[in-house]
């Protein structure tokens, strides 16, 4: 027997590119910004550029400081308590802004 599953909304993202790129927005209060961003669903942390969270007006040192290794090297972000909606889902969330403005995700 053959089963189908259907959706009430469908998502799509360019599969030519590297992983999943799709438009999030952050809120801070009234202010909001529409960003690329690239999706992780096993990530524990979310972070964005410098110049993001400058444009919602966030002083990012006034963050927790935290420290991220990759296999590159180190780099500091400072996380904030923004809105995030990813997909139509709504949420709080703790995301972190590199303190280097050269930080760059694509």
């Known amino acids: 027997m053959l089963e189908s599953i259907n959706y009430e909304k469908v998502y799509e993202y360019d599969t030519l590119k590297l992983g999943i790129t799709i438009i999030v927005t952050i809120s801070n209060g009234a202010e909001s910004r529409q960003v690329r961003?690239?999706?992780?669903?096993?990530?524990?942390?979310?972070?964005?550029?410098?110049?993001?969270?400058?444009r919602l007006s966030v002083e990012i040192e006034s963050g927790r400081e935290q420290i991220f290794s990759t296999t590159t090297g180190?780099?500091?972000?400072?996380?904030?308590?923004?809105?995030?909606?990813?997909?139509?889902?709504?949420?709080?969330?703790?995301?972190y802004f590199a303190k280097e403005e050269s930080f760059a995700m694509f």
């Open 37 to 54: 961003a690239k999706i992780d669903t096993g990530a524990e942390n979310c972070i964005f550029e410098r110049k993001h969270g400058e």
């Open 74 to 95: 180190n780099f500091i972000a400072y996380g904030h308590e923004l809105s995030l909606s990813v997909l139509d889902i709504e949420t709080v969330s703790t995301v």
